[in-house]
Structure formats: C-alpha cells, structure tokens
C-alpha cells in the first residue's frame, strides 16, 4: 500500500462515484436506437471508477490517520447533516469490490436488448448508491445512499428479471422495507440519545456519548435491520428467490454488492456505534450466524436449480462474515471483511456463469438437464472451478482467509459454536464439487448444446477479472489483510474496553 500519492485537493471519493453518475446521465443523452455507445458509456463510465479506485486504493496509508481522502460540504448544518466522505481500511476493501464487480456486471449486459436506456442508468445509479454507502462518514447520508440503492434494484428485477420477476421484486422490497424502518428507527434514537444533534459517525463512535442501558436497547434494532439485506436466517427467504429473477448484471450486483451494504452496515453503525450493546447480544448472535451457516450449506445441497443453489450459497457465507463479526475481536473482524470481499468477487463469477455464459445459452438451470459443459464452454468450466473452491475455503484462493480468520476468532470468543460451524465445511465442499462435476465434467448430455453460441469477449474479460482476482488474492492476501486490520481495530478495541467495563 502506499504505492503513490495523490494530490489532497481533488475529491477523489466524489470522483469514484460520480463518474458512474456522469456516464449515466450521458446515456440519457443518447439515442435510443445507438446501443453500441450506450452499452460502450456505461462499461466505460463503470472502468473509469473502478481504475480510480485502484488509484486510492493504492495510496491509501495503513498506518496513517483513521479516515483517508475525507471530504466534508456543509449539507444541513442546522441539522448536523454534512456531506462527509472517507475511508478506512474496511470502506477500502468494500470500494474495490464494488468497483470489480459493477465493472464485470456491465460487461455481462451487452446482451441486454429491453429498454436499453433505462436498464443501464437504473444498473449505474445502483453502482454509484453503493459506492457513496461504503464512503459516507455522515450517517444520514449513508441511510439515504442504502435506500437509494434499494430503487434500482427493485426496478430492475421487476423489469427485467426472468423466473417469477414480479414476485421476487415485491419479497425484495417487502423484506427491504422492514429493515430499513428499524434501521431509520434506531438512526433516530441514536441522533437523539448522543445529545450532539450530529450525524457525523466519527463522532458517534465514541461509545461514551451513550449509556450501557441505551446501547443494549438500540444495537439490536440497527443490526437486525441492516442484517435483512445481509441475508441473515431466519430473514433470508427474498435472497434466493430474487437471486434467481434478476438478470444476470443484477444478481451479480445483489449478491456480490447489495448483500455487503447489509453487512457493512452491521458493522459500520451497529458494532461501532453501539460497542457496549454489542457485547450483550454477541453471543445469541452468535448461535444464529452458525445456525445460518450450516441452514445455507444444508439447503444448497438440495437444491437441483443451478442459480438457487447460488442463493442458498450466498446465505451460508454470509453468515459465515456474520458470524466473524460476532465473534467481536480483531481477527474474527478482519476475516468478516475477508469475506465480504471474497465472497463478492466468487458469487459475481458464479452467477455471471450461470445466468449469461449457462442459462442464456441453454435456456435451462436444472442441473440433471446439464452436463458436459466443458466441452462446449471449456472456459465457462475453469472459472467456474476457480469461484467454486475459492467457496470452499481452498488454500491459494481468495475465500481460504477469511474463513480462516472467522473460525480462529468465533474458537477464541466462543469455542462451542465455533466447533459447529467447522462441520459445515465438508458440506460445502460437498455440494460445490457436486455441481461442478454433475454441470461441467462427465458426457455431454444433451446434443444440441455442441451448437451453443460461442462465449463472448466481454464473458472472456469480466469471467477472467474476477478469476484473477480470486487467484491473487488467494496467493498474496496482504494487500486486503493490511488495509482491513488497520481498519478494524479501533473496533476491535472499543469492543474490548465495552467487554472489560462489562465485566466480560
């Protein structure tokens, strides 16, 4: 990290995020009719965020001041609304993987041929809400940036979305709407009960402002309404089901992106506002994370749908990030985001190849129905491979180290669940060579598929990215590990100071 530095007066962060705002409002300008320079804009709007990001990414301190490239505009002040931007080491990890993951998914809507104009300002509007989550230090702010992403996406899957589309955005944004009223709630009470009339999340993290009773009140509120988008058992059910109606971009953008806002939030707000009340309720949290994780391997070896086998996998690691922010130190902290990132980049490449590369060809997802693939999409096949044992936590991939740092942290907090939650991992490598080899490997079962169109440049490209970066960051982890520990341990450490004043 370190690698350059970046001139201090040029608001980086609003560049990030704004240059997927420009290239949205450019596609407006163009005619409909022209969907070569829309699609071009908007891949082009989305790799110019991507490589700015990188640019911060590599100049980013770890050992430098808390909050980086922060940028402050007077919003409300009358209300203590700023628009605050910056980042630490967790924000960091979570703008590079959204910054892969937009990038890819414009790649894998070329095909797109509906509606073109608003297909892609409403996927690049969602890209940039994300992006402006992951960088708000202002809590209003980042609430309006969480439900402003939530629009987009509903839009998308009802206009656009395949199996029971109209179904699925609905569950979607019941499910949303619920989290985000104890999210707003519990926002409300922490603007009030600090007694700064701020919503400078800086200064609300100081866990002093609160008292242990009205911690152990709110947290739950806040973490409970964050963890619906998060996919969290028993409020998982929208996940699979809108996992297969989105299109393609989308579900790549609902698993790998959107999931990770609810999960950021747990943590961002929840834990790091409200240590005190965190340590109340880690241990119930606990149990229920590992609860998820085994429900999530369980239900994904019984599926014979390839894309809901993809959900019920989402919802089993993300438990597993829950569960790393339950165990509630630092190594158990730096593997949740360990996660979050690897997690992101697996189920983008999985669900690029089954909804675009398998589906669109095949027009099929049972798995009985598949078979052989390899011969006919032979790189479908390996980056499939790749994203399937990086979900299995195999050593040299990118998803081995946070679950790693996961179960070393649940073991050192509460060894008992811990011990449960290690038994899933048998199950998991099950159901994923299962797949693999009953889609991709043995005879090809159907004749017809030896005339499928062949893959693409932009599959080729956005499939080999993601693989790529699996592979990196499975090989030389350190560029994510440093960054994310710096970024965790002051919550590492109020959660510590909460615990011994706790007497726990």
């Not at 290239?23 to 804009?41: C, H, N, S």
């Not at 440049?457 to 560029?479: D, N, R, S």
Request: hydrophobic letters at 55%.
């Amino acid at each position: 990290m370190n690698l350059l530095e970046l001139p201090q007066t040029i608001p980086w962060l609003s560049l990030i995020w704004g240059s997927l705002l420009v290239a949205a409002a450019a596609i407006t300008l163009v005619p409909a009719e022209q969907k070569r320079v829309i699609r071009a804009i908007g891949s082009g709007g989305a790799l110019l965020s991507l490589l700015l990001t990188l640019l911060v990414y590599a100049a980013y301190q770890p050992g430098g001041a808390r909050y980086q490239f922060v940028e402050q505009i007077a919003w409300l002040p009358q209300l203590g609304i700023n628009y605050t931007l910056g980042v630490d080491g967790i924000s960091l990890a979570m703008l590079l993987l959204n910054g892969l993951v937009i990038f890819t998914a414009t790649l894998m809507s070329w095909n797109v041929e509906e509606r073109l104009q608003s297909y892609w300002l409403l996927l690049l509007l969602l890209g940039a809400g994300a992006y402006a989550v992951f960088m708000a230090l202002d809590l209003f702010l980042l609430l309006v940036c969480y439900e402003l992403t939530l629009l987009p996406k509903f839009l998308l899957i009802g206009g656009w979305g395949r199996t029971r589309r109209e179904y699925g955005a609905t569950k979607l944004a019941l499910y949303m709407m619920a989290g985000s009223t104890l999210i707003i709630i519990g926002a409300i009470a922490v603007y009030f009960g600090s007694g700064l009339r701020s919503f400078d999340m800086r200064l609300l993290s100081s866990s002093a402002l609160f008292s242990s009773t009205f911690q152990a009140q709110w947290f739950l509120p806040l973490f409970i309404g964050f963890a619906v988008l998060a996919g969290m058992v028993p409020l998982h059910s929208w996940a699979p089901t809108g996992h297969v109606a989105a299109p393609t971009a989308a579900s790549m953008l609902l698993a790998g992106v959107m999931m990770k806002l609810g999960a950021y939030g747990c943590l961002r707000v929840a834990v790091e506002i409200l240590p005190a009340g965190a340590m109340v309720w880690l241990l119930p949290l606990a149990g229920l994370t590992v609860v998820g994780a085994v429900f999530g391997s369980l239900a994904a070896l019984g599926q014979r749908d390839f894309q809901y086998m993809g959900g019920y996998l989402s919802v089993g690691h993300m438990a597993l990030a829950l569960m790393g922010i339950a165990a509630g130190n630092r190594i158990g902290l730096t593997g949740a985001v360990l996660q979050l990132f690897a997690h992101g980049v697996l189920t983008a490449l999985l669900f690029a190849v089954v909804g675009r590369m398998v589906y669109d060809r095949t027009h099929t997802r049972q798995i009985a129905e598949l078979g052989g693939l390899r011969q006919v999409m032979p790189f479908a096949a390996l980056v499939f491979v790749i994203g399937g044992l990086s979900s299995m936590g195999m050593p040299g991939l990118a998803g081995c180290w946070g679950e790693v740092n996961i179960f070393i942290g649940m073991w050192g907090r509460f060894p008992p669940p811990a011990r449960l939650a290690a038994r899933l991992i048998p199950i998991t490598g099950g159901y994923a060579l299962w797949a693999i080899g009953r889609v991709f490997f043995g005879e090809l079962r159907n004749p017809a598929f030896l005339q499928l169109p062949r893959l693409t440049w932009q599959e080729y490209l956005a499939g080999g990215v993601l693989a790529a970066v699996l592979i990196v960051a499975g090989v030389a982890p350190g560029f994510l590990t440093d960054p994310i520990s710096s970024g965790v341990a002051p919550i590492a450490d109020a959660l510590t100071q909460a615990g011994m004043l706790a007497g726990r």
